[in-house]
């Protein structure tokens, strides 16, 4: 069975500091898809960023980079210079193939604060 | 353009009532889902349909019924409600096996 682990329940940083988010997922799966979603306190969930299992460059999209190690099955997700606007609760996802769907494994989520 | 939306945003019952939640995407996608979070922000999966063909049960009480009238649509009805009933439902959609995109999601709170 699919498992995504985010040890980190709450983080508190202050702005403009660099924050890391851990994300560990366990899958018998040799294609999977990883993902980050992002739901701030109105309580959408925005979709971050998603990376397959063959690619393990790393991304930069602004302040936001992502880290993915397949050898410590690790997706691991970096604010740089954190924002009050970063504030939300983050969750990474393992996504398992099931006939033509595919549905998310959600880790339980981390809850950022970021004080001004 | 909103994406993926839901109606209600907010649903307040008592227990034993019977309620629906609809969804609509106007993405194009095929594949539209329901997940329930819980209290403690917990995320987990529902139902899955492609193409109005239900292809995820993920050991809902029957009390629970999806409906897809269309590829655009997927609305959920329950029955009985109970209190444990009582969490945000989120609606999503995406293509086939590409990246799920959620609606606004549906705060039900049951008396």
């Known amino acids: 069975a699919q498992k995504v682990t985010q040890a980190q329940t709450e983080i508190s940083v202050v702005e403009k500091e660099d924050v890391t988010l851990d994300c560990v997922y366990e899958?018998?799966?040799?294609?999977?898809?990883l993902f980050w979603y992002k739901q701030p306190p109105s309580g959408e969930l925005v979709f971050l960023i998603r990376r397959n299992s063959f690619d393990e460059q790393n991304e930069i999209s602004g302040r936001y980079s992502w880290n993915f190690q397949k050898s410590t099955s690790s997706f691991n997700f970096t604010i740089t210079a954190s924002q009050v606007v970063d504030s939300a609760v983050y969750f990474c996802?393992?996504?398992?193939?099931?006939?033509?769907?595919?549905?998310?494994?959600f880790g339980k989520g981390i809850t950022l604060s970021v004080r001004p | 353009d909103t994406a993926v939306s839901q109606t209600p945003k907010y649903l307040v019952t008592q227990m034993g009532n019977d309620k629906s939640i609809k969804c609509e995407q106007n993405l194009g996608h095929d594949t539209m889902y329901w997940y329930k979070q819980d209290s403690k922000k917990f995320l987990k999966i529902m139902f899955s349909y492609n193409n109005k063909e239900l292809i995820i049960n993920e050991t809902v009480p029957n009390r629970f019924s999806p409906k897809s009238p269309d590829k655009a649509h997927l609305n959920l009805h329950i029955n009985s409600l109970e209190l444990g009933d009582s969490a945000v439902y989120f609606c999503?959609?995406?293509?086939?096996?590409?990246?799920?995109?959620f609606g606004p999601g549906t705060r039900l709170t049951v008396l």
């Open positions: 996802a393992l996504s398992e193939p099931t006939g033509a769907n595919s549905k998310l494994t």
């Open positions: 899958t018998r799966d040799t294609t999977y898809y």
């Open positions: 999503a959609s995406s293509r086939q096996r590409d990246t799920q995109y």
